[in-house]
């Protein structure tokens, strides 16, 4: 049973059309990540929630937002998405303080045209 | 300033042979340490870890062997399998309460029959 969902799996949106990605889970988890991985890179953190407070990564373009409107769902928004943010998007959970491993969702590809 | 490397973007190995995957980092606040599998089109799944403390822990035909003053991490998988095929990222913890995870490039592990 799949405990990290993302939808949609592929999106493709047009250059500078406002585009949002979804992430839930069942697992209760306090923390929810969003990565961005581009081709044949690491996954980088973009920002996360721990429980409602929002914390940004010091290099996350402000084009990225994300809203978290209850323990179970997660968004990830792009105001104005360029070529360059074309990318796997991968959602995480993880349980907190002391928590160790990350449980991810399979992904959303982001086709910027 | 990459952190986490995974210097070999690719490994060959055949069957029942030993794969080695290496990692190294250059923070030393790292306290631990995970290995992630991703197949294609799917999000990366926990795959074994060690905590700081620990030189080696071993789950079936997985160890992870950690050399701190040497900044070093490795993943041995004996006996190899076809199945195991999949892209291998070192995922490393910092130490914080929210348990952000800082990736390497990852490693292509392709096993041949």
């Known amino acids: 049973d799949a405990m990290v969902i993302q939808n949609p799996r592929y999106q493709v949106t047009q250059f500078g059309k406002p585009v949002t990605l979804s992430c839930s889970q069942t697992l209760n988890h306090n923390v929810m990540y969003w990565y961005q991985q581009k081709s044949s890179q690491a996954p980088k953190l973009l920002f996360h929630?721990?429980?409602?407070?929002?914390?940004n990564e010091a290099d996350t373009p402000d084009n990225f937002q994300s809203r978290r409107p209850n323990t179970s769902f997660c968004f990830l928004d792009i105001r104005s998405p360029g070529l360059g943010d074309a990318a796997m998007y991968l959602c995480?959970?993880?349980?907190?303080?002391?928590?160790?491993?990350?449980?991810f969702g399979q992904g959303t590809r982001l086709t910027v045209v | 300033d990459q952190q986490v490397k995974q210097n070999s973007p690719s490994l060959s190995v055949q069957e029942g042979r030993i794969s080695i995957l290496n990692c190294d980092y250059t923070n030393s606040m790292f306290d631990y340490f995970l290995w992630y599998k991703k197949y294609p089109a799917e999000g990366p799944t926990f795959l074994i870890s060690?905590?700081?403390?620990?030189d080696k822990n071993e789950d079936g035909r997985f160890t992870v062997f950690l050399n701190k003053s040497a900044k070093h991490l490795s993943l041995h998988i004996v006996p190899s399998q076809p199945g195991d095929s999949a892209v291998y990222f070192c995922a490393l913890r910092g130490g914080t309460s929210y348990g952000k995870l800082t990736f390497g490039q990852g490693t292509i592990l392709t096993v041949h029959p």
């Open positions: 060690i905590s700081s403390i620990k």
């Open positions: 995480a959970t993880s349980r907190g303080q002391g928590s160790t491993e990350a449980f």
């Open positions: 929630y721990y429980d409602k407070d929002f914390n």
